[in-house]
């Protein structure tokens, strides 16, 4: 099974441009990141970060702040997310966040 969508959770403190000044905003609060946890250690695998651990990656900014976009301080809140036998067929995932078409980008993942 694969569910994707606009979780309005970041994760883990990589998922965010600044984990500690954003420690008390919705979206990454403990109680939220918990949830996360358990849904992931449920079976659930978070298909982006299986294939890329790197840092700065993110598939939404603040419109609030036109220059976040530019200066990627974003977060990443969109998800692909793909039951455990799917696993050994995960093969590419991506994020675009030079398409502008919202305040989010296009998330993708590729399968065997």
Request: hydrophobic share 35%; aromatic share 12%.
């Amino acid at each position: 099974m694969i569910l994707c969508g606009d979780y309005n959770i970041a994760h883990k403190e990589i998922d965010i441009h600044d984990p500690k000044g954003n420690k008390n905003s919705s979206g990454f609060l403990p109680e939220e990141r918990a949830w996360m946890d358990k849904f992931i250690g449920s079976g659930w695998i978070d298909t982006f970060r299986e294939l890329h651990p790197e840092p700065q990656r993110y598939s939404w900014w603040s419109q609030r702040f036109p220059s976040v976009r530019l200066q990627n301080k974003g977060w990443r809140i969109d998800y692909i997310n793909a039951t455990e036998p799917l696993r050994k067929r995960l093969k590419g995932a991506e994020i675009y966040p030079d398409v502008m078409h919202s305040d989010h980008c296009p998330v993708f993942l590729e399968l065997k």
